[in-house]
């Protein structure tokens, strides 16, 4: 097992390599020009060519990746065309805490709603309840986060005025009793953008649940384990749930892909300053070393969190670790 993993880590440069290179060489060649974002409203062919000469894109493709290269392994994704004067790295790290913050909060709460509901439909199953949540499920699933927030906004945000309609202010506020007691309670902020983030991970969990416990409960241990007098409950628990969980480790690393591509819209919409939103505008503006360092970032956190998986499947999973061993 260890051998794959070192195998599977050292293709990672490689995959990183070719969406930076593919990723640089769109943005050089695509609509647009780097030149004209910075210059503004510049028409002045000696000035323009002055601020190619100072970005370096006076060379051909590969000697301008190269170089970019050799600035992006030692942390320095360049500076931005559009704030003049910060680094890439400046500007994103910062946002990305805001992200990550979002990120893990919404991946929570899609395994702790999704398990639960796909156990439930699974344990159900052919009697009405089954699928009254799984038609429930299908259906919340197929409203896209553009449609979702937009609702929630005006409901909560406007007409009852419960919460903000956007912005943020951490994952915490303190509450004060009497002036002494300090309670921290999640910020409401908070709200609006989870249910964005979590409604399709969650529904996606469930589905997997059940069909993992629908085979599980048709297992051999699960039927002895009833005909020892078990209730429903403690079957259910003791022994379907461990065994229908196994699944949902291969699809951790697509959950982090739709939290991603959530982060684009659900920052963008409700003002939230984290990366997605930043990446948003920056594609929206063309700030082609934004663009790429943060493509970059997400593609590396992607293939990372899908090794993560993958590992972790083998060592619970003994035929997963034979079979890597023998690879």
């Not at 990183?16 to 004209?36: C, I, K």
């Not at 429930?136 to 903000?164: R, S």
């Not at 039927?223 to 291969?250: C, D, M, W, Y």
Request: net charge neutral; proline share 6%; hydrophobic share 55%.
């Amino acid at each position: 097992m260890g051998a794959y993993v070192v195998r599977r880590l050292l293709w990672l440069p490689v995959v990183l390599f070719f969406v930076s290179f593919g990723t640089f060489t769109l943005a050089r060649f695509g609509p647009g020009d780097p030149v004209s974002v910075t210059a503004g409203q510049v028409r002045d062919p000696e000035v323009l060519a002055q601020i190619r000469r100072d970005r370096g894109l006076d060379s051909n493709v590969v000697v301008q990746y190269t170089r970019w290269l050799k600035k992006a392994v030692q942390g320095d994704f360049g500076e931005s065309y559009l704030q003049k004067g910060f680094s890439v790295s400046e500007l994103i790290f910062p946002r990305m805490w805001i992200s990550a913050q979002l990120g893990i909060i919404a991946l929570v709460i899609v395994f702790v709603i999704g398990i639960p509901m796909g156990l439930l439909a699974a344990r159900f199953a052919g009697s009405w309840i089954d699928p009254a949540i799984i038609g429930t499920l299908l259906f919340l699933q197929a409203i896209p986060v553009l449609v979702i927030i937009p609702p929630l906004i005006w409901l909560f945000g406007l007409q009852l005025n419960w919460l903000p309609v956007g912005g943020w202010d951490g994952v915490f506020e303190i509450w004060w009793i009497a002036g002494v007691v300090a309670i921290p309670i999640p910020d409401p902020h908070l709200y609006i953008p989870l249910v964005a983030f979590t409604l399709p991970g969650f529904v996606s969990v469930a589905r997997l649940v059940r069909v993992s416990a629908l085979e599980v409960n048709l297992e051999d241990f699960v039927r002895t384990a009833r005909s020892k007098g078990l209730s429903e409950t403690a079957v259910q628990f003791r022994h379907v749930l461990p065994n229908s969980l196994l699944p949902l480790i291969t699809v951790v690393g697509f959950a982090l892909a739709g939290v991603i591509e959530g982060a684009l819209f659900v920052e963008t919409l409700l003002g939230i300053n984290g990366i997605g939103r930043f990446t948003f505008e920056a594609v929206v503006s063309r700030d082609y070393d934004v663009i790429l360092a943060t493509t970059v970032i997400f593609s590396a956190a992607f293939v990372l969190m899908n090794l993560v998986a993958e590992v972790a499947y083998g060592f619970v999973d003994p035929r997963v670790r034979i079979g890597a061993s023998r690879g």
